[in-house]
Nanobody, 119 residues
């Protein structure tokens, strides 16, 4: 079994910053891709940022220049530094990990951590 545990969400004022963390534990062999998604009320889940094992990154246009994704392969952890937060960033943020084992890659999701941007 693999577990992804997220932390760092909360309430922040517009223009503020938050740092999300997601640690993977359990029967982990190789974590290839890791990423953050978010889902706002009444909307579909969308990609926020993704990072490969080698450190290549991809961002949604709406967060480019404000959010930074990083990972620590030794700790099986991915981070999302969120700066200049806007009310539109309000959502539940989910961590995703692609874990390879025996030639098969499975996708795992965290339970989600809420982020509210409001004055």
């Amino acid at each position: 079994q693999v577990q992804l545990v997220e932390s760092g969400g909360g309430l922040v004022q517009p223009g503020g910053s938050l740092r999300l963390s997601c640690a993977a534990s359990g029967s982990i062999f190789v974590i290839t891709g890791m990423g953050w998604y978010r889902q706002a009320p009444g909307k579909e889940r969308e990609l926020v940022a993704a990072i490969t094992r080698g450190g290549n990154t991809n961002y949604a246009d709406s967060v480019k220049g404000r959010f930074i994704i990083s990972r620590d392969n030794a700790k099986n952890t991915v981070y999302l530094q969120m700066n200049s937060l806007k009310p539109d960033d309000t959502a539940v943020y989910y961590c995703k990990a692609d874990i390879a084992r025996g030639g098969v890659t499975n996708v795992y999701w965290g339970q989600g951590t809420p982020v509210t941007v409001s004055s």
